[in-house]
């Protein structure tokens, strides 16, 4: 049997798949409002581990359909690396039907183009990228180390080979200054991506305020919750998105919703206006604290 290095993070719907931890915490750590990774120093866990790792949990777990690579950006080992894995999991798991992975785009672009088809192929189909933001300003504060442009071409790149993205918008994350460009550029982003699921999470500072305020590199002045209801509004009304999977329902999130675009874009925004109307002005969210 085996025990997981902690601590374990994956998206929500990867709840019930099999999870394997090829990499232990995230190769670049840096992001100003993350601090899933803080205490773990990155690493590549070596293969005879994983090997044994894959075998004890497919017995576990013999009817898994999912199995997800975790830490924090597994994709950033080498198609060499991520080969192996993806055939002892298909080997092992003889249900599985789709592995995934959280990625940056860099990590996509680094990868030659057979070589994401290669890793299609052998049942790697979706990549989870926290893009975070579409406003090149705003990446450049928050230390994301990505672009706009480097985030539309990963993805687009990725999408190419076959395997589809699920894309993570941070609502609330440039606080008052930066919300419309926030909202107005992850839009024109987004359009430009169109990938099969989009979720928005909502800024979070479990360390406090004053600890996301040292690390990000501009002036930050929390929203209300009705500001971010505000910025999700002119977000997702400027989504102009074909057959996309919509989700707003992490832990962080003030309003539940949920929907395909574009069939289900009014209803999502009049329920958006309807919390604007009905919550109370100059109210602040509630971080969780770990402190
Ligand atoms: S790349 Fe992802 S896991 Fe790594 S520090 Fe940034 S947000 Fe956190």
């Not at 798949?17 to 100003?32: H, M, R, V």
């Not at 120093?41 to 293969?47: D, E, G």
Request: glycine share 6%; with cysteine.
């Amino acid at each position: 049997m085996f025990s997981y290095d902690e601590p374990l993070f994956r998206p929500p719907a990867e709840a019930y798949s099999a999870i394997i931890q090829a990499t232990l915490g995230c190769s670049w750590n840096q992001c100003a409002f993350c601090e899933m990774y803080a205490s773990k120093r990155f690493k590549v866990r070596p293969i005879g581990d994983l090997i044994a790792e894959i075998e004890a949990l497919s017995r576990a777990f013999p009817d898994a359909r999912k199995v997800f690579l975790a830490d924090g950006d597994a994709f950033v080992l080498s198609a060499g690396n991520l080969l192996p894995i993806l055939q002892n999991i298909n080997r092992c798991f003889g249900r599985v039907q789709r592995v995934s992975a959280y990625s940056m785009p860099r990590h996509i672009l680094s990868k030659t183009d057979d070589e994401l088809r290669t890793l299609r192929e052998n049942g790697l189909k979706l990549l989870y990228i926290g893009i975070e933001t579409g406003d090149d300003e705003l990446l450049s504060l928050i230390n994301k180390g990505e672009t706009s442009q480097s985030s539309i071409d990963g993805i687009r790149k990725a999408h190419d080979a076959g395997i589809d993205t699920s894309i993570m918008i941070i609502n609330g994350l440039g606080g008052k200054q930066f919300s419309h460009q926030h909202a107005v550029n992850s839009a024109r982003v987004i359009n430009r991506i169109n990938p099969k699921f989009l979720s928005t999470l909502t800024l979070s500072m479990p360390y406090g305020e004053s600890h996301f305020r040292s690390r990000f590199q501009g002036e930050y002045y929390p929203l209300t919750v009705v500001e971010l209801f505000e910025e999700l509004r002119l977000f997702l009304g400027l989504a102009e998105l074909n057959n996309v999977i919509y989700r707003s329902n992490h832990v962080s999130n003030n309003l539940i919703l949920g929907g395909t675009f574009p069939k289900d874009k009014e209803s999502i925004l009049d329920q958006i206006d309807r919390a604007i109307e009905e919550s109370p002005r100059g109210q602040y969210p509630v971080s969780p604290s770990i402190l």
